[in-house]
């Protein structure tokens, strides 16, 4: 099955603590995508990546890290995740052999930081 | 500055009615528009796109028309079903650039 996987689904952690989200996706994808989900502003790209180890800051990319050293993974770090960062996060995947490809996302994961 | 707006947080149809859902933008440099649709607790799935070429694509039950002049773009559902409900959200994206800009959201609820 056709899919983005995104781990852990919950966590609710600390100040500071850093953190790393995975995101995984089983179709082949060059292009990936993180985004957060906020109250009132949808959904803004942090980053994303055209392939293994080119990555590019979306529009809210300030407190956070990813990398692609793999096609199929694109982790999200916090390195001192601040309270500010308590929002819900989606992962997503594309194609990119032809512009404005649907993106396929995983199932959130949604970070409470105290 | 919001890019993409979805003014309208909130919208109740009977089943077998109409749903119209709309979105606008500010930037005319966008050339090509997607509507999402999410569920809770799963992440957003694709419903249907269109091409700034164009101003109309139909699929099935959906329709999205764009009207560039006006810098609006609507999600038509005919007929609406209890299943449609979840939230919508439309996106726009400036072709090259693989960034893309969401609007906030539309939470439609159809009623059985």
Excluded at chain 1, 21 to 32: F, G, I
Excluded at chain 2, 58 to 82: C, M, W
Aim: with cysteine; glycine share 6%; net charge positive.
């Amino acid at each position: 099955e056709a899919q983005v996987t995104q781990n852990p689904r919950y966590l609710i952690t600390v100040t500071g603590k850093k953190l790393t989200v995975t995101c995984s996706q089983n179709m082949n994808h060059e292009y990936m995508s993180w985004y957060r989900q906020d109250p009132g502003l949808g959904l803004r790209q942090i980053y994303y990546s055209m392939n293994v180890e080119v990555t590019d800051k979306g529009d809210v990319p300030e407190g956070y890290k990813v990398s692609r050293k793999e096609k199929r993974n694109f982790p999200l770090i916090l390195e001192s995740p601040s309270p500010n960062q308590t929002s819900l996060y989606f992962c997503a995947s594309s194609r990119s052999d032809r512009d404005n490809q649907p993106q396929h996302f995983g199932d959130g994961t949604r970070l409470s930081i105290l | 500055d919001q890019q993409v707006k979805q003014n309208s947080p909130s919208l109740s149809v009977q089943e077998g009615r109409i749903s119209i859902l709309n979105c606008d933008y500010t930037n005319s440099m966008f050339d090509y528009f997607l509507w999402y649709k999410k569920y809770p607790a799963e992440g957003p799935t694709f419903l249907i796109s269109i091409s700034s070429i164009k101003d109309k694509n139909e699929d099935g039950r959906f329709t999205v028309f764009l009207n560039k002049s006006a810098k609006h773009l609507s999600l038509h559902i005919v007929p609406s079903q209890p299943g449609d409900s979840a939230v919508y959200f439309c996106a726009a994206g400036l072709s090259g650039t693989y960034k893309y800009i969401f609007g906030t959201g539309t939470r439609l609820k159809v009623l059985a």
